[in-house]
């Protein structure tokens, strides 16, 4: 098992920047992603950033060149930092882990942490 603690989100008007913070727990393995996805109202759940522990990170479209992700292999810690946040990027944050290669039964959400841009 693996247990997903996230921090940080609120309410930021749009332009600021925010971090969101997740650490991870229990039985890690040595081959993993760890990454954000984020769902808002009517919306699928997206992809945000994913960062594998031996390298190679991933943004989704609608935040390269804004978001950035960050890790720490040894705390098991992975950061998102948020600037120029948009109206459009109000959602609910998850924290996801994974092992790679991928199993169903390896696959870990966090609880979620509300992020609202104001415009």
């Known amino acids: 098992q693996v247990h997903l603690a996230e921090a940080g989100g609120g309410l930021v008007q749009a332009g600021g920047s925010l971090r969101l913070s997740c650490a991870a727990s229990?039985?890690?393995?040595?081959?993993?992603?760890m990454g954000w996805y984020r769902q808002a109202p009517g919306n699928e759940r997206e992809m945000v950033a994913v960062?594998?522990?031996?390298?190679?990170?991933t943004y989704g479209d609608s935040v390269k060149g804004r978001f950035t992700v960050s890790r720490d292999n040894v705390k098991n810690t992975v950061w998102l930092h948020m600037n120029s946040l948009k109206p459009e990027d109000t959602a609910v944050y998850y924290c996801?882990?994974?092992?790679?290669?991928?199993?169903?039964?390896?696959?870990?959400w966090g609880q979620g942490t509300q992020v609202t841009v104001s415009s």
């Open positions: 229990g039985s890690i393995s040595r081959s993993n992603a």
């Open positions: 960062t594998r522990s031996l390298g190679i990170t």
């Open positions: 996801n882990f994974r092992d790679i290669p991928y199993s169903a039964s390896r696959d870990y």
